[in-house]
């Protein structure tokens, strides 16, 4: 059995290959329904194939959230591999997979008293919850204990950043913050906000602006004044514009010395509202454990 076994969920947007060298278990953030059919995501539907059918039909692609008794079968399935896990959630600002784990974690404990499962919110989103489980994961890796994992968890979260690149605001009424006609006028003007996830988890906007290009270059003027140094490690997602990812990502490395750049796809779970175009960008100054 391993030591110390890291969860989390889908909205990290954690490529395979991170996943596999840390075995790291990701459960499905929320279900994804498509005109009535379910389909969980990157087992039944790829990222790719969700924003297709967003661009074609918004209106068909809906999400429900996961129930206390599927997390409990994803946590039955992690507590055969070990007694002591770490599932780190997307942030409860945004979704209520935070509660949902705490309630699935008392049942768990009521069939397998043996195991134990501990929720950290990450107060965060996408390639920011991202670098935060790497480190947990990482820490779990060279042997640390619970304690120390949730502290590196918890050290590095408060260091690390994340803006978000709206390509359109066509789908942002799907989120409840602005109606469907009003999101459709926005879109006409090519208004493009720069969001900003702040420290409770929250969400405000940052900037806007008319053009990506330009709407890129702020982001890199903010990411430079936030983080304070020019060394980062960065998670990149996108939602079905690769493209938009490798002009940011050489973008990044003639401003930054960049430790690591990590690119993957933005979860539609949460990308629904985003849109395709969308881009995330996670950053942290260091991931090395021995500080």
């Known amino acids: 059995m391993a030591n110390v076994l890291i969860m989390t969920d889908s909205v990290a947007c954690l490529p395979a290959d991170i996943v596999e060298e840390f075995g790291i278990k990701v459960v499905p953030a929320a279900n994804i329904i498509i005109d009535g059919q379910n389909y969980i995501e990157n087992v039944s539907i790829s990222a790719t194939e969700a924003y297709q059918l967003i661009e074609k039909d918004p209106d068909k692609f809906l999400t429900s959230a996961m129930t206390p008794h599927v997390l409990l079968e994803e946590f039955e399935q992690a507590a055969s591999l070990s007694t002591e896990i770490v599932h780190i959630t997307l942030s409860s600002a945004l979704s209520a997979g935070f509660k949902t784990a705490g309630l699935a974690a008392e049942l768990l404990k009521e069939k ?20 935060m489980v790497r480190a947990a994961a990482k820490a779990a890796k060279k042997g640390m204990s619970v304690e120390e994992i949730i502290d590196t968890a918890q050290k590095v979260r408060a260091r690390t950043g994340g803006l978000f690149m709206l390509d359109t605001l066509r789908y942002i009424y799907r989120t409840g913050r602005m109606s469907k006609m009003g999101s459709r006028i926005a879109s006409m003007f090519n208004i493009r906000p720069i969001n900003k996830v702040m420290e409770d988890g929250t969400i405000i906007m940052a900037e806007r602006t008319r053009n990506r290009d330009h709407s890129l270059e702020i982001m890199l003027e903010l990411i ?40 993957s796809d933005y979860s539609p779970v949460m990308g629904y509202g985003a849109g395709p175009g969308a881009l995330f960008a996670g950053f942290t100054p260091s991931l090395d454990l021995s500080e």
């Open 224 to 263: 430079s004044s936030e983080a304070g140094t020019d060394s980062l490690h960065f998670m990149l997602n996108h939602a079905n514009a690769p493209d938009v990812a490798e002009q940011f990502r050489e973008m990044l490395g003639r401003k930054f010395n960049c430790l690591s750049v990590t690119i």
């Open 112 to 131: 397998k008293p043996e195991a134990a499962i501990h929720i950290v919110d990450s107060k965060a989103v996408a390639g920011m919850q991202g670098l």
